[in-house]
């Protein structure tokens, strides 16, 4: 009977998991991860933080799933992996043999080596652990600054905020993620931002980290010369793989695990998927490492099977993503950049209430649509999805925009503003 | 386990108190109760009219005020920060409180309305029942009864938490709509129109409450009393008749059970409103699931038979022979549709919708040959009734349905006691263009659907697989839509083919891996 060790309970091990057991009943399967006892939705910590839920709630399959499953959970951490006896070493000493391995570890918080990063009240925001360090610290924080302008901070922003603790962020770029978001875009989530009254400091980087006589936290400097007191910093530069027990394995990595396009590691019978998995060869547009819930359960899919020995490639379609800003919902669909490539433009409609916009993306030579940017407005994944897949034309996608709408019933509709908007707009050579 | 986690609710409960004009607010709302309840322990007014605006007025400030506080001073969005810490919402003290409160009132009102003030054997009220007297006598023209009390503070509830409700959700015109509809509903239809009637000297009839949920609509007495009220009065027979077997059928076929359960049901009115801040309480256990679906299809059996024995009981032998035989052509036809919607999916619930019809098929039988006038089954039918009366009519939907909000949250009635809930979603299960879709793959398996499902529908385990969720419990409240941070939910009415998606591709990853997948 062969044994298949997975390391790291989230998405991608999970759904590797589930799919694994519906490909071959036999096998015994156990899922490794020093975080928590049972797979959790990482995307849903914040809810915990502001009271809207309770954490057993973002556990997505209740407790017993898992043994009547027969899938074996183990809270443990492995330390090194011996790819040639094909065994784990435990930090509780105990040793594990597997005929076939997944490492599904994530990622960690980055750090850039600023000064005073190690002091007391300095945290990332990324495990479950890290939200009980932000419950304790928070109790006896005044204000807190939060680093780097991405999909966590403002989460953590808004976390905090729930709690009524002042909020300063600071954002590299000139707007919010205006590294991923047309400058339009930004500057409305900025101006949201504000609303809620996050003090938002743009173009601002962090210097150093100032702490107490107790090593807390006591304030920050800024390059700019400025220094704010808090008693909370939340650093939130984006995640890097969770890798280094790999050292020394013989497992080839790079910033993650090297990977083919069927999740295969140089070494025989070891696999990686999700967060921690680096492509050998990017996928088109896609980044190498890509680091969201949504291609970690397509790896996950896609690994099982070729673990129970099909071949299949992890060949995924359309990017897509979504998050919430404060209110705004976003939502995207195939590739919309921050500055524009060559032979792209796009039409951009924006309410006069400043918190919904849509923006298509399509090429000047075939209009075919390449991209789109709901704020506010739900659409359709399906008919977002089809229309860039079938490379629909970018006029004919405005005539039929309505098809796309997913809000709620008796939502005020936007398409013939927009049409009329976009009226005359299309710039085809 | 996770046991350790519970030190989140300790840090900074602070942060969740409220500011001066909050509290200036929630103490004006508590001074007008305190004015109703101190009625309760024998205080009598001389002026019960201004007293009764004066608590009213208080009431209806506080709340406002209180509400517009809370909600406007903020950019409008999904407001459930801290829901989980304050002690009335997470079944504290507070919680278990107004759960004993609540109840001990719903007990006073259904056995010991005297110490409302109810005046025994024409003796004039006192206390609170006396506070509402004026009212009652500007409406029908006589003294109010404990059960225009309780109309009364009912429909009250159901406009101030709806106000509540409609300022927490006001970017969303699906809340919105409904909101205003149930409020419309419940002050119009429930609580105005029946009184007027009344002065009219009609029959009291409230229109929209159907039966089974109006369990003696068919009772001797009630059919008496339209028949006995003129061309009025047969319309509201006909109207009742009409109800339940074609208007109901239709609207649930186009937009699912919602119509009725969130739209314009008084039970449903008062859960959505008052019982907002206590709906994430619904157990999600896969045993409340279970003893939901044993209970509901007992109830609903049991309502119909003893329906059926009653009416039995006047009809003459022909017509009684009638109604028996034409219920059994029926129910059989209702078995052999069944059976044919759901030949695909033989499953639980298929049975348990079998075994119902099986069971009232038994039981009308059994009634024919059986019953007398006196006696449905061998069992005093008199008595039957007023213990149905007390078990389901109040003991099930006032006490546990409403006095336990804080406790098990917004929907018990509905989910385990309601016979009309069960066969509107029977009908929702089978045969209707309602269905929630999911959004192909932007699920991110948060829960808050699943949390703030006050059915306690596990809706995220259809969300996460790309399912359509068609449950015969959803009451389309449009809750889970609107908390989703990620869009994922809509509801909507389309054809009924394919409406399950029950063979879901998501979208997203490679077309062949869905094939290997589907192997
Ligand atoms: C706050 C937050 C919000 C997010 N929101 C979104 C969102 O809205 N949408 C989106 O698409 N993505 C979001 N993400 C990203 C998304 O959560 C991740 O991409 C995803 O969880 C990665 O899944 P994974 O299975 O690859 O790894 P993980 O979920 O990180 O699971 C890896 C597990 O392995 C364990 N592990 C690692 N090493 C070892 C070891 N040596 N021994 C034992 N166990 C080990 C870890 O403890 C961890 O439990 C968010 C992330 C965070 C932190
Ligand atoms: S599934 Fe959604 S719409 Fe249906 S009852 Fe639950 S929350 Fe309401
Ligand atoms: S709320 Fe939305 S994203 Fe969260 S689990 Fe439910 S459907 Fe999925």
Known sequence: MDHIVIIGNGIAGATAA?????????????????????????????????GHMQFEHTQPYENDFW??????????????????????RLQTGEVIRYHKLLLATGSLPNKFGWPGQDHQGVQGLYSKQDLELLEEYSATTERAVIVGGGLIGIELAEML?????????????????????????????????KEHHIDLRLESELEEILADSNGRVKAIKTKKGEEIECQLVGLTVGVHP????????????????????????????????????????????RKAVEQVWYTGRMMGEVVAQNICGKRVEYAPD?????????????????????????????LYWEHQDGKKALRLVYNTTNGALLGVNAFGIRLRHEVCDSWIRQKVHINEVVKALETANFDPEFYRRHEKAIRKHFKGRTAIA | MEKEYISISLAKPDTHQLDAVQKGAVALGLTGLALLLITAFGVTFSNNALWLAISIGAIMVGAVVYAQRTYLNQPAGIRNNGVYFKSLTSRGALGWMAGIVLTLFYILLYWYPQYLGLGKDGAPNTGLVALFDPLSQFLKGEPASQWFMYGALYTLAILAFGFKFILKYRHNRYQLFRTISVMFFQLGFAFLLPEFLIRLNYPYNDFKEMWPLNYDFFDEWSVNSFLDSGNLGLFMLLFGVAMIFIISPVLTYLYGKRWYCSWVCGCGGLAETAGDPFRHLSSKKLSAWRLERW??????VFAILMTVGVVTSYLSEVARAQLIWGLVILLLLIGVLVAFFR????????????????????????????????KILFVDSQKLRSAYGFAIGAAFSGVIGVGFYPLLGSRVWCRFGCPMAAILGFQQRIFSRFRITTNGGQCISCGNCSTYCEMGIDVRSYAQSGQNIVRSSCVGCGICSAVCPRGVLKLENGSPNNRMKEDPAFIGNADNLMEYIKK
Not at chain 1, 38 to 45: E, M, N, V
Not at chain 1, 166 to 172: D, E, I, K, W
Not at chain 1, 318 to 346: L, R
């Open chain 1, 67 to 88: 043994s009547r499953n027969r899938l074996e959970l183990l809270r443990d951490r492995v330390m090194a992996v011996d790819t040639d006896r094909k065994e784990l």
């Open chain 1, 242 to 285: 969770n890798i280094s027990f790999l050292e020394g394995s013989g497992i080839e990595t790079n910033k993650g695990v090297l990977v083919n396009r069927r999740l295969e590691t140089n070494v025989p019978d070891v696999y990686a998927a999700g967060d921690c998995a680096e492509q050998r060869q990017a996928i088109g547009e």
């Open chain 1, 18 to 50: 589930r799919h694994i057991r519906k490909l071959d009943n036999a096998c015994r399967i156990t899922m490794i991860s020093e975080e928590t006892d049972y797979f959790f939705s990482r995307t849903a910590l914040m809810y915990v933080f502001m």
């Open chain 1, 318 to 346: 359309n990017w897509f993503n979504s998050a919430k800003f404060f209110d705004i919902e976003y939502q995207t669909y195939g590739w919309v950049w921050s500055k524009p490539k060559e032979n792209e433009a796009s």
């Open chain 2, 295 to 300: 209970s509901i299809h007992l109830v609903t």
């Open chain 1, 161 to 193: 905020h729930s709690r009524n603790i002042p909020v300063t962020m600071l954002v590299r770029e000139k707007n919010f993620w205006n590294s991923v978001l047309p400058d339009e875009e930004s500057a409305m989530i900025s101006r949201h931002i």
């Open chain 2, 343 to 374: 030949r695909k999916h033989f499953n639980g619930q298929t049975r348990a919708i079998f075994l119902s019809v099986a069971a009232l098929m038994a039981g009308v039988v059994l009634i024919h040959y059986f019953a007398t006038p006196a």
